[in-house]
């Protein structure tokens, strides 16, 4: 039982820290422009191969 006391804790500060780390990609605009980035792996611009 004193285990479990122990974790709780634990659980909810790491819970806690994957929300604000959450909210903090969502305000610094990681998921503005998801068309875009499928677009962008499909573009080729690698150039011809020079020796």
Known sequence: MSHVLFLIPIALF????GLAAFYWSLKSGQ?????????RILEDDDGPAED
Not at 14 to 17: A, F, R, S, V, Y
Not at 31 to 37: M, N, P, R, S, V
Request: charged share 25%.
């Open 31 to 39: 998921y503005d422009d998801l068309e875009g980035a499928a677009q």
């Open 14 to 17: 790491l819970g806690l820290i």
